[in-house]
C-alpha cells in the first residue's frame, strides 16, 4: 500500500474503531461479513487490527469501508466520503507546496527554451542563405565598393 500521512492514519484508525465496535455489539464475526461483503476475512482482520500496511490502495480502502459499513447497517458512503475527503484535503496541500517549489526553475527554463529558438531560428536561417548571411557578417572596403559601383 502507498503510505498514508498521519492524518489519513487517524482518521482510518477513527473509522475503522467504529465499524469493530458495531460489528461487536451485533455480535457478528469478520466470516460472515467477509462472506456478506466478498472482502476477504484477512483484510477485515488487517483493518480492524490497524495493521494499514497490509491494505490496499486507499481507493480500494475506501470500497472496503462503504461496503463494510453498509454490511453493517450503516451509511457506508458516509464513513468512505470521509476517508476521501481527508485524502483529498491532504493530497491538495501537498500539491500547493510542490508547485511552489515548481516556481523556482519556471524562468530558468523559460530562458533556455528561448535561446534555443534563437539559435535554431539562426541555423536555419544560415542554412536556407548562407550567401546572404555571410555578405552581410564580412565587411567590404570602400574600395572595394567604389569600384563595384564604378562597374
Not at 473509522?15 to 455480535?27: A, M, P, W, Y
Not at 511552489?100 to 524562468?107: D, E, F, H, P, Q
Not at 529558438?117 to 567604389?146: F, H, I, K, M, R
Request: net charge negative.
Amino acid at each position: 500500500m502507498t503510505l498514508l500521512n498521519e492524518a489519513q492514519v487517524e482518521q482510518l484508525k477513527k473509522i475503522t474503531t467504529h465499524l469493530r465496535q458495531v460489528r461487536q455489539e451485533k455480535s457478528l464475526r469478520i466470516e460472515e461479513i467477509a462472506s456478506q461483503t466478498m472482502i476477504r476475512a484477512g483484510v477485515l482482520q488487517a483493518l480492524e487490527e490497524e495493521r494499514f500496511e497490509e491494505l490496499p490502495e486507499p481507493i480500494f480502502l475506501q470500497g472496503f469501508i462503504r461496503r463494510y459499513g453498509d454490511a453493517l447497517g450503516l451509511d457506508g458512503n458516509a464513513l468512505s466520503h470521509s476517508l476521501i475527503t481527508n485524502v483529498v484535503c491532504q493530497d491538495f496541500k501537498n500539491a500547493r507546496q510542490n508547485s511552489n517549489n515548481k516556481g523556482n526553475t519556471y524562468i530558468p527554463l523559460v530562458l533556455t527554451y528561448i535561446l534555443l529558438l534563437v539559435g535554431a531560428s539562426a541555423g536555419l536561417l544560415y542554412t536556407l542563405n548562407p550567401q546572404v548571411t555571410a555578405e552581410s557578417v564580412t565587411p567590404q572596403d570602400n574600395n572595394q565598393q567604389s569600384i563595384v559601383s564604378n562597374q
